[in-house]
């Protein structure tokens, strides 16, 4: 599941024109990575919420820009498996 959650981040990034260059598990998504703006990380978290059906209140929107791709895909993928459980 994390790789298709993944794929989807690299392409929302993509069409959000953020350069995805040379991107891994371990970018984060702040000014020390991918250098994407709060403005970017809601916009991304609603995509993702849309897309997976999971959802983010604002405090974790915010820790968003501290957190690695991967350590992201990990927390979507933990809330889909409670979700897809029932």
Do not use: N
């Not at 599941?1 to 794929?7: F, G």
């Not at 994407?36 to 983010?56: I, K, M, N, T, Y």
């Amino acid at each position: 599941m994390t790789d298709e959650i993944r794929e989807f981040l690299f392409a929302a990034l993509t069409e959000m024109k953020y350069d995805i260059e040379g991107a891994d598990d371990d970018t984060v998504f702040g000014p020390a990575g991918l250098d994407v703006d709060s403005l970017g990380l809601a916009e991304l978290a609603v995509r993702v919420e849309d897309q997976f059906g999971v959802a983010f209140d604002d405090d974790e929107a915010e820790a968003l820009a501290m957190m690695t791709v991967g350590e992201f895909c990990h927390a979507v993928s933990r809330r889909i498996q409670p979700a897809s459980a029932h």
